[in-house]
Each structure stands twice: as structure tokens, then as C-alpha cells.
């Protein structure tokens, strides 16, 4: 690892080692994901928008996934 990437912030040293593909973005995530804590992992899907509000999705696919799934080039 080079001297540059160790005295990083230690956010973007690994942003850098998945850019730099010394580690995969899928590992990256696996790897904080079972770091965190469950309330870390909440906090920051909230934090950043990524939650599915459950009232809002019941699982089922909106008018236009259905039309493309019968009719792709529609």
C-alpha cells in the first residue's frame, strides 16, 4: 500500500482501495455492513435516503415494470 493511501482519512482510504480495485465495492460494503451496528446500519439508511417506506411498496411491480416485462419494447 502506498504512503499516500495510508495517511488518509480512513473514509477515503477505502474509497480508494474499491477505486483503485484493491478491494471490491461488494466486499467493502459486507465488510461495514458487519462492522456496524444495526442501529448504525439504520441510521445511516435513513441518513442517505435509502429506505422503503413499507406503507408505500407492497412488493408488487408498478404499471410500467408490467408493461415492459410483458412488452419489452414497449
Known amino acids: 500500500m502506498s504512503s499516500v493511501i495510508a495517511r ?9 482501495l474499491v477505486e483503485c480495485g484493491l478491494v471490491s465495492a461488494e466486499d467493502m460494503l459486507a465488510a ?8 448504525e446500519v439504520e441510521d445511516m439508511l435513513h ?4 429506505e422503503v417506506d413499507h406503507d408505500e411498496y ?3 411491480p408498478d404499471e410500467q415494470q408490467e408493461w415492459h416485462d410483458f412488452d419489452p419494447d414497449c
Request: glycine fraction near 4%; hydrophobic fraction near 30%.
Open 32 to 39: 461495514c455492513i458487519v462492522y456496524m451496528s444495526k442501529d
Open 8 to 16: 488518509m482519512d480512513p473514509r477515503e482510504r477505502a474509497l480508494e
Open 58 to 60: 407492497d412488493g408488487q
Open 47 to 50: 441518513s442517505n435516503d435509502f
